[in-house]
């Protein structure tokens, strides 16, 4: 029985795949030498910890010594303890896929990027003129090489079985890419995906269909078309269609309609990633509303910038199985673009930033223009009539989005975790909306660190106080963490320098009226402490040694007291 429909419409498709791309990129933007055996750690999910996260890529060294993908750190570093652990970073691998593409681009025009490290290229006008397929993808390859990395080209009908071949180096034959897909596993469609987003979905698809006896992309491709799509949706209509060999979607070749195309120009000019994709972002926001208006997914995000150096353009594959791009997925990929556009411009016109933390001179962007193409219907969705979906998400974003306007970038701070043993060190402030990397990474160790659960509020400035026992004694711990009473007592006064001090009744001040402070003297019912931490020690001024302290007042607040230099301070609030 053949595997594929009568009508079936397959176009000759060139794939170019850059192995290990996350790990070659990681490698690059951390000069460190390409035989290093080095794995990348995907992010962690749930707030885990730096050993609970998983290998998602690997190069080759690391792969003879033992590592795979999925391994959990410890077990990567077991089977090669001179592993190279490198962070995930989408906009790092984006950024320096760039020269890759346009290395592509001067043997093949209209490429399409379906992720980094993955090219698609119409492969049938450009055989003509190399004279073979197999010409064309040496000319690839060739290219590429001049631009400083190896890759491999291969060729099929449909999407899924050209990623598979040039996963081996291979050119199918035309006609031949049912025949090569069917014994393959099923699980080899994750290699199909364009969206990282999607892998989880796909992975848990094909769980269940090995759970139901298909094994093979064959004995998917074999069901009923319409039986697969009335069980599984969407997802299952994509999976069916390159299972058989065939496009991802049936082919739309037409002009894409102008309501479904967005633009502005920027006035000032950007000079800056940030500043540009701070437009992208309210661009991106205008084009899904759009497509959700029109019922409809995108099946390729075309981005086009005009700097005053000239015009640039680069075509996004995207996933419509589960949904298409959302607006933070559509401005993500513009962000990666620009950087990788204005980083290489720059590095062209006047060689890498020199010095640490330098920026490179990049050329002004002056108009940003995002186009939806291939478009086709989405999936149905009914609004709930509260919770997230119900609309007050978005109206919070657009006002979020309405004083940056006015106010600037840096006027709407959000708060994202960082690495640090003093809760003051644990998160930072970075502007709305934008996906900050912070230096302080929190989920390595950070030993002396207190224990959960974290202060709900963090004092702008320690409050100077006084720890008293029950016979109104100072409380002293000394350096062998002795304490010379219980707590019993917390007095509030002013740092005046004394050590008695004046307590503060009904005065101005800013923490006595913060919620969950103190205002004068407090009992204690309960204490938990102390801990040491002593950070920079060997630094020449003797670096910052401190003791902290719990407490738990009468009416159920909690203090975060801190000993400094002899002398206590109240530095949080627990809720």
């Not at 607006?327 to 513009?334: E, F, G, N, P």
């Amino acid at each position: 029985m053949s595997t594929s429909s009568p009508h079936a419409v397959t176009t000759r498709t060139a794939v170019l795949w850059v192995p290990d791309w996350p790990v070659v990129a990681a490698l690059t933007a951390a000069d460190l030498d390409a035989h290093v055996p080095a794995a990348v750690l995907g992010a962690p999910s749930g707030g885990g910890t730096t050993a609970g996260r998983s290998v998602v890529a690997t190069s080759a060294v690391a792969r003879t010594a033992g590592v795979r993908r999925g391994m959990r750190r410890r077990q990567a570093q077991e089977a090669c303890p001179d592993l190279v652990l490198l962070e995930v970073h989408d906009e790092r691998d984006a950024r320096a896929f760039e020269p890759v593409a346009a290395a592509a681009e001067t043997v093949v025009a209209g490429l399409e990027i379906a992720r980094p490290g993955l090219l698609l290229l119409p492969a049938d006008g450009a055989a003509r003129y190399h004279g073979s397929e197999r010409a064309l993808a040496e000319a690839l390859v060739a290219a590429v090489a001049e631009a400083g990395h190896e890759c491999q080209v291969g060729v099929a009908d449909g999407l899924l079985a050209a990623v598979l071949a040039a996963r081996s180096d291979a050119v199918v034959p035309p006609g031949g890419s049912p025949a090569a897909l069917a014994g393959r596993p099923v699980g080899e469609l994750v290699h199909a995906v364009c969206d990282p987003g999607v892998v989880a979905a796909v992975r848990d698809a094909v769980g269940l269909w090995r759970r139901l006896g298909l094994h093979t992309l064959g004995d998917l491709a074999a069901l009923p078309a319409a039986s697969v799509s009335a069980r599984f949706g969407d997802l299952g209509t994509w999976a069916h269609r390159l299972a058989r060999g065939e496009d991802e979607r049936p082919p739309a070749r037409r002009r894409p309609e102008a309501d479904l195309a967005v633009g502005t120009d920027l006035d000032p000019p950007a000079d800056r990633v940030d500043a540009a994709a701070f437009a992208a972002r309210r661009l991106a926001e205008e084009l899904h509303a759009l497509l959700v208006t029109h019922g409809a997914a995108c099946g390729r995000l075309r981005i086009t910038a005009r700097t005053t150096e000239g015009e640039l353009e680069r075509l996004w594959r995207t996933d419509t199985a589960a949904g298409g791009l959302s607006a933070a997925r559509i401005t993500d990929r513009v962000r990666w673009q620009l950087e990788g556009w204005l980083t290489d411009a720059a590095r062209r016109r006047t060689g890498p930033a020199s010095g640490p933390g330098a920026a490179p001179e990049v050329a002004p962007v002056v108009h940003l223009a995002l186009a939806a193409e291939d478009v086709a219907p989405a999936g149905t969705h009914q609004p709930s009539l509260w919770g997230a979906d119900a609309g007050q998400d978005e109206r919070a974003r657009q006002a979020l989005d309405r004083v940056q306007g006015l106010l600037g970038g840096d006027a709407v701070l959000t708060v994202r975790r960082a690495g640090g043993r003093h809760p003051r060190h644990r998160v930072r402030l970075v502007p709305y909306g934008e996906e900050a990397v912070v230096d302080r990474s929190p989920d390595r160790p950070w030993p002396g660190a207190l224990p959960s659960p974290a202060p709900a509020t963090v004092l702008p400035e320690p409050a100077p106080v006084r720890l008293l026992d029950a016979a109104g004694a100072d409380v002293v711990v000394d350096a062998r963490l002795a304490m010379s009473g219980r707590p019993a007592l917390v007095r509030r006064h002013r740092d005046t320098g004394s050590s008695t001090g004046s307590p503060l009744h009904g005065c101005d001040d800013p923490v006595s009226r913060r919620p969950g402070g103190i205002s004068g003297e407090e009992r204690i019912v309960g204490w938990a402490g102390p801990w040491p931490l002593a950070e920079r020690w060997w630094a020449p001024d003797g670096g910052t040694r401190r003791v902290h302290l719990q407490a738990v007042l009468e009416d159920g607040r909690g203090l975060l007291l801190a000993q400094v230099a002899g002398a206590w301070q109240m530095e949080a609030l627990y809720d």
